[in-house]
């Protein structure tokens, strides 16, 4: 059981920690010209291209590897970023999540087939 001294000091970085993460977020909104629905929308897409094609595939594939799912990952990611920031395509909403997915479900593809695969003892696991 933890001491009165221990929960103390963890009450108070918890509480550094939120009002670190608010100042954060105050900034970042306050420097951005988007509105808060575009910047929840580009969050959004971050973790859609990041996470969406990795769950997709690692429950409906055996061959997703540690390795592919994590080139999948950064891929996914930096595709939003990359496009979000530096692709613009006059006159029209392009919406950064479907490049970022479709690139990360490639990634994960190609990478995984190129490195070693899971184990029969993992592979009986997920059966």
């Keep these: 059981m933890k001491s009165d001294r221990a929960r ?4 108070r970085i918890s509480r550094f920690g939120v009002v670190g993460f608010a100042l954060i977020a105050y900034f970042i909104t306050s420097s ?3 509105t808060i629905l575009s910047m929840v ?3 959004w897409g971050g ?3 990041a996470f969406g094609p990795l769950i997709i595939l690692s429950l409906t594939w055996k ?3 540690r390795t592919g799912a994590l080139a999948g990952m950064i891929i996914g990611a ?3 970023f990359i496009v979000k920031n530096y692709i613009k395509i006059e006159g029209e909403y392009f ?3 479907l490049p970022g997915f479709i690139l990360a479900f490639i990634a994960i593809l190609i ?3 190129l490195t070693k695969k899971p184990s029969e003892e993992t592979l009986q696991k997920i059966d």
């Design 8 to 11: 103390s000091k963890i009450l």
């Design 32 to 34: 951005s010209g988007d």
């Design 41 to 43: 929308g580009y969050a």
């Design 47 to 49: 973790f859609g291209a």
């Design 63 to 65: 061959g997703t590897t």
């Design 78 to 80: 930096v595709t939003i």
């Design 95 to 97: 919406y950064e999540l």
């Design 111 to 113: 990478v995984s087939m």
